[in-house]
């Protein structure tokens, strides 16, 4: 019977033939892959030694340039019109359409629905002129009536934003756009790039199409933003829109989309945002391993390390704005409230924006969004 020395030494050999067939076999590439590993196995205590150098390897504070708001009401407009001009500057582009611009779109369907709403499934031409798909539903009568664009957030693989948005109820976003037409808004809903009917059925996905973005220097949320931009120049130019009451929201990615573009455009007269903000300052970079990286659809190039969380909601003041969080998702706490509604301080107004957490979790709540846009629209 064999004793555990022999056992041993079998288990070694086995081993070291594993490990040469590894080498041989493999391609030069894969063999510099293998080596580190190989050391490890054999050395497992062995790591690299930081040098004394003075370094930034996670690009922490690279091209950090904070921007600072100013304490009087002038100096503080005269902020948000700097930063709004740095930061559509810094798009690389045209960022919102041009005043001559009507973008074109064609009916792929229609239906009336039980309650009188008209929903129309259309696309419309952005500013590539790609067609982007969209959802907009028309409450009955004739008159002209306010208008809010709905943004999906993310959904997963073979799901489609605007079909939650506009459909389902069965999804966190809980037909947000159909049920706000319900009580008497005119919505539009867009597909994000990348997913739904942008998505699957083209055989790529969002974090293909923030690569490509990045390919041709710029990102997937500039391109977002753009395609929001156009969604909302259709909106308003329609014959039963009152073009000066027009609002914006969504929930988690589409309320981060809904805060950034409703910072931009001064012609949005009301912002929702749910199940997004409660943090502050500038978006760090991260640090760890490849398994550490985030979605690169929040990544705005440059501005992300110029401009806060809280700045981007105080290009919001002194229009009206609620932030809606679940009471089992993350909350907003009272000194992050504090630091949000200081932008409405600077801009000498007496109202604040609303924060406020309902019974629930990450998802879009429709009652406290439809009381809101119905006192501030």
């Known amino acids: 019977m064999p004793n555990s020395s022999q056992n041993s030494n079998k288990t070694l050999l086995i081993a070291a033939a594993m490990v040469l067939f590894m080498l041989v076999g493999a391609s030069l590439d894969r063999k510099l ?3 580190p590993q190989v050391k490890q196995l054999f050395n497992p205590d062995t790591v690299i030694t930081p040098l004394k150098i003075e370094s930034d390897p996670n690009l922490q504070n690279f091209s950090r340039l904070p921007l600072t708001a100013e304490a009087t009401r002038d100096s503080f407009s005269k902020w ?4 709004r001009q740095l930061i559509i500057k810094t798009a690389g582009s045209d960022l919102l359409p041009k005043a001559d611009v009507v973008p074109q779109f064609r009916v792929l369907s229609e239906e009336t629905l039980a309650n009188g709403i008209v929903r129309q499934l259309i696309a419309f031409k952005s500013f590539d002129q790609s067609e982007i798909p969209a959802y907009l539903h028309l409450p009955p009568g004739q008159q002209k009536l306010p208008a809010i664009l709905v943004i999906p957030g993310h959904v997963k693989e073979g799901e489609s934003g605007i079909e939650q948005t506009a459909r389902l109820d069965d999804s966190y976003q809980h037909a947000a756009a159909r049920r706000l037409a319900e009580q008497g808004f005119v919505t539009l809903t867009p597909e994000l790039r990348g997913f739904g009917y942008l998505g699957a059925p083209y055989n ?3 974090s293909i199409v923030a690569y490509n973005a990045l390919l041709e220097g710029t990102s997937y949320k500039w391109l977002a933003l753009k395609d929001i931009a156009y969604a909302m120049r259709l909106l308003r130019q329609l014959d039963r829109v009152d073009e000066r009451r027009t609002g914006v929201t ?3 990615y589409g309320g981060e ?3 950034n573009y409703g910072a931009l455009d001064t012609d949005v007269k009301a912002v929702v945002f749910q199940s997004y903000g409660g943090s502050v300052g500038i978006k760090s970079a991260i640090t760890g391993s490849k398994n550490s990286q985030p979605h690169y659809c929040h990544i705005l190039p440059k501005v992300d390390r110029m401009v806060s969380l809280e700045q981007w909601l105080w290009l919001l003041a002194p229009r009206s704005t609620l932030g ?4 089992s998702d993350r909350l907003f706490k009272d000194e992050v409230i504090s630091i949000y509604q200081h932008g409405w301080e600077l801009a000498g107004e007496q109202t604040r924006p609303l924060f406020i957490s309902a019974a629930g979790g990450h998802e879009y709540f429709v009652d406290p969004a439809v009381t809101f846009f119905r006192e501030a629209l």
Do not use: F, Y
Not at 80 to 83: L, V, Y
Not at 324 to 327: K, L, N, Q, S, T
């Open 204 to 206: 790529t996905e969002h």
């Open 324 to 327: 809606v969080r679940g009471d």
């Open 257 to 259: 989309l809904a805060v």
């Open 80 to 83: 948000q019109e700097n930063t």
């Open 250 to 252: 969504g929930a988690s």
């Open 33 to 35: 892959e293998i080596l």
